[in-house]
């Protein structure tokens, strides 16, 4: 069942859509919160940014996910396959069910930048005595996560604040500076997409070049702001894997022998070629290429395959150069005489920085090997959420 909340058409505006999705078994009093804040957000939208057309509807679905307490991974990724099949701009997906934490402590909200889909649970807010308050909370925590797909950060002076609990106090609104920001990052979004125009190619490298062409700038921005060198720091598993590996290959001749063995130039080359296929070995070890997915060439689903690789790579080239500093360490601690000894270089100085190359690509080998073991796709939520608030 498709229900749109309140049309404010107005002709020559941008049109932006936004679509909630709610399980259509949840009780009465839920749905009647999600028509309360569609239609809330709707006038207010229309005020606050009157350059845009506002559409909300609301998407009550069978086939939503029955996990408790709901994986917010799973409703991302079943919001972000709605987003695609009815075309809209921004989803929702909200519930009355506990949320799973992955991060931290019990969580209310999980946005998602990248698949421009955000998840909001309404359980604790319905906890509350004070019904004007739930409201309030509920309108406030919508407001944050739209913030946050919007591309709007932390700001102690606004609705933008981190709570640990949504109780409905002050500031329930952004800021006038945060409402230009918004503006613009929408008039960006409102341009038509790729598939929209008649621009767009037929094959698929042509599109993915077009989409590169198109906003490389942007895409690499979203690259940096998915913090991917901060990937490896919640991986635990991915990083003993690797100091287990490096520290078995410090102590066997064998490495030492081989490293005398590569020349220079072969080693670059073999260290491009295991940074990419350690990147794809991850992509697809996660089923990151199925993140929204859909049957036709779309710039939304294009562009996010394209920032997760970004992530994954710039995520695995910053990994490798601290494995290079640690080797490099290392190397010139041990004596000198010993590990030319290893190495058959016997009489000769030892190349530092050679070894130090060799033992962290190796390591970055390990470390693949060891990020497909992580469970609960504890890499795909770090790739994917913006936060859990
Ligand atoms: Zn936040």
Not at 55 to 66: A, E, N, S
Not at 80 to 98: C, H, N, Q, R, T
Not at 258 to 277: E, K, P, R, Y
Request: net charge negative; glycine share 6%.
């Amino acid at each position: 069942m498709n229900t749109p909340c309140q049309d404010n058409h107005r002709s020559g505006n941008s049109l932006i859509t936004i679509g909630l999705v709610v399980d259509a078994h949840e009780q009465d009093e839920i749905h009647i919160h999600a028509r309360w804040l569609c239609s809330r957000l709707s006038e207010e939208f229309q005020h606050d940014f009157p350059d845009f057309t506002w559409k909300f509807r609301i998407v009550q679905r069978h086939d939503f996910p029955q996990t408790i307490p709901r994986d917010p991974l799973e409703l991302l990724e079943f919001g972000s396959d709605i987003k695609i099949e009815y075309g809209f701009d921004f989803l929702l997906v909200f519930s009355a069910l506990p949320l799973l934490a992955r991060f931290g402590q019990a969580i209310s909200a999980v946005p998602s930048n990248m698949l421009e889909t955000g998840v909001i649970t309404i359980s604790r807010l319905l906890e509350m005595e004070d019904k004007h308050k739930t409201r309030m909370a509920i309108l406030a925590l919508t407001r944050h996560v739209l913030g946050h797909l919007w591309g709007l950060d932390h700001n102690d002076q606004s609705v933008m604040r981190p709570r640990q609990f949504w109780r409905g106090e002050e500031p329930t609104d952004w800021s006038q500076d945060e409402k230009s920001e918004i503006m613009q990052y929408l008039k960006d979004i409102a341009d038509p997409r790729l598939e929209e125009t008649s621009l767009a190619p037929h094959t698929a490298w042509k599109f993915y070049l077009q989409v590169i062409l198109r906003e490389g700038w942007q895409i690499a921005g979203d690259i940096l702001l998915s913090r991917s060198w901060l990937m490896m720091a919640h991986l635990g598993r991915f990083t003993t894997a690797t100091a287990v590996s490096i520290t078995f290959l410090f102590l066997s001749a064998e490495a030492w022998e081989m490293g005398a063995a590569i020349q220079s130039g072969w080693l670059d080359m073999v260290l491009a070629g295991v940074l990419f296929a350690s990147t794809f070995s991850l992509y697809f070890g996660q089923n990151l290429h199925a993140v929204g997915r859909s049957d036709r060439m779309m710039e939304q689903a294009v562009r996010s395959r394209i920032v997760l690789v970004g992530t994954l790579l710039v995520g695995m080239v910053s990994f490798w150069i601290n494995l290079f500093i640690i080797s490099l360490g290392i190397i010139y601690i041990l004596p000198d005489s010993v590990l030319a000894g290893w190495a058959g270089l016997a009489g000769k100085s030892l190349p530092m920085v050679h070894f130090a190359k060799l033992m962290a690509t190796f390591g970055i080998v390990a470390s693949a090997l060891g990020g497909n073991l992580e469970e609960e796709h504890d890499l795909k939520a770090v790739l994917i959420y913006s936060e859990e608030t």
